[in-house]
């Protein structure tokens, strides 16, 4: 009886939790990590193909390239829904690989570890890639 | 580091006598994209117009072909350690062999596509300057 009472007043004590496998939480170190490698694959399997197709159609003559046109354009003239899906796609894309990029280079100097750091810095390169990417296409679409 | 010669601990390379290379051409072709890829997208919006004649009058000129042909070949370099990356993470097994042969075939014959074509562009659309 004792020793159930004294076991039941005494405080559960909140040990760490090792950050271990289910043990986790996100944050916008590990966003930008995986967007970085998403965004890179991205961009170089989608980006390649639309990449190098456009350059051989081109290369192919007037007929060609219109072929590649029509794919992501409406009989209008305009992008159709696949344009704009793969173009704003592959812009941002670019604008989060060049900016997490950049980020990669200076911790590889082994600068910017600081948690407070670290965690600016991530949220910097997503905010940069989002501004960015509205400022091109207003310019394509607007500012011409 | 093993137990080898002492120059050999000191090189520090190991029975493979290379280790950093892909991370640092990584390194070394993301400055070449960073300034490669800037160009390029900042030179296609500007463009006044996307037909045929205006693109291929454009990829034509001597300040254009060259800075692609160089783009492409940062860039596929690039993405060919980049994906291999990915494939090394990813797959176990003997799938991963295949995949890393597949990978090498894509990025070559994309590049081959594409080198040939800025060059077929470049030296048929008549502007040399």
């Given at each position: 009886?004792?020793?159930?009472?004294?076991?039941?007043?005494?405080?559960v004590?909140?040990?760490?939790?090792?950050?271990?496998?289910?043990?986790?939480k996100?944050?916008?170190?590990?966003l930008?990590?995986?967007?970085?490698?998403?965004?890179?694959?991205?961009?170089a399997?989608v980006?390649?193909?639309?990449f190098?197709?456009?350059?051989?159609?081109?290369?192919?003559?007037?007929a060609?390239?219109?072929?590649?046109?029509?794919?992501?354009?409406?009989?209008?003239?305009?992008?159709?829904?696949?344009g704009?899906?793969?173009?704003?796609g592959?812009?941002?894309?670019f604008?989060?690989?060049?900016?997490?990029?950049?980020?990669?280079?200076?911790?590889?100097?082994?600068a910017?570890?600081?948690?407070?750091?670290?965690?600016?810095?991530a949220?910097?390169?997503?905010?940069?890639s989002?501004?960015?990417?509205?400022?091109?296409?207003?310019?394509?679409?607007?500012g011409? | 580091?093993?137990?080898?010669?002492?120059?050999g601990?000191?090189?520090?390379?190991?029975a493979?006598?290379?280790?950093?290379?892909?991370?640092w051409?990584?390194?070394l072709?993301?400055?070449?994209?960073?300034l490669?890829?800037?160009?390029?997208?900042l030179?296609?919006a500007?463009l006044?117009?996307?037909d045929?004649?205006?693109?291929?009058?454009?990829?034509?000129?001597?300040?254009?072909a060259?800075?692609l042909?160089?783009?492409?070949?940062?860039?596929?370099?690039h993405f060919?350690?980049?994906?291999?990356?990915?494939?090394?993470d990813y797959?176990?097994?003997?799938?991963?062999?295949?995949?890393?042969?597949?990978?090498?075939?894509?990025?070559?014959?994309?590049?081959?596509?594409?080198l040939?074509?800025?060059?077929?562009?470049?030296?048929?659309?008549?502007?040399?300057?």
């Open positions: 009886m004792l020793k159930e009472c004294v076991l039941a007043t005494q405080p004590r909140t040990r760490p939790l090792s950050p271990h496998l289910t043990a986790w996100w944050g916008p170190h590990m930008v990590s995986i967007l970085h490698r998403a965004t890179g694959d991205g961009m399997v980006g390649t193909i639309v190098v197709w456009w350059l051989a159609a081109l290369a192919g003559g007037d060609r390239y219109a072929g590649f046109v029509d794919t992501f354009t409406t009989s209008a003239g305009h992008l159709n829904i696949l704009y899906v793969i173009g704003i592959m812009t941002w894309a604008f989060q690989h060049l900016a997490s990029g950049i980020r990669h280079l200076v911790m590889d100097t082994g910017g570890f600081e948690l407070r750091a670290n965690k600016t810095f949220i910097l390169t997503i905010v940069f989002v501004l960015a990417t509205i400022a091109f296409w207003a310019y394509l679409l607007v011409k | 580091m093993g137990n080898g010669t002492p120059l601990q000191v090189r520090g390379l190991g493979a006598r290379e280790g950093t290379h892909h991370w051409h990584q390194r072709t993301a400055g070449g994209n960073l490669l890829v800037l160009w390029f997208v030179s296609i500007r006044p117009a996307y045929h004649a205006t693109l291929t009058s454009w990829i034509g000129s001597f300040w254009v060259i800075p042909a160089l783009l492409v070949i940062s860039v596929f370099y060919r350690l980049g994906l291999q990356v990915c494939i090394e797959s176990h097994g003997p799938g991963r062999i295949a995949w890393i042969v597949a990978l090498n075939a894509f990025v070559l014959v994309a590049g081959a596509i594409a040939f074509s800025i060059f077929s562009i470049a030296f048929t659309s008549g502007a040399a300057a």
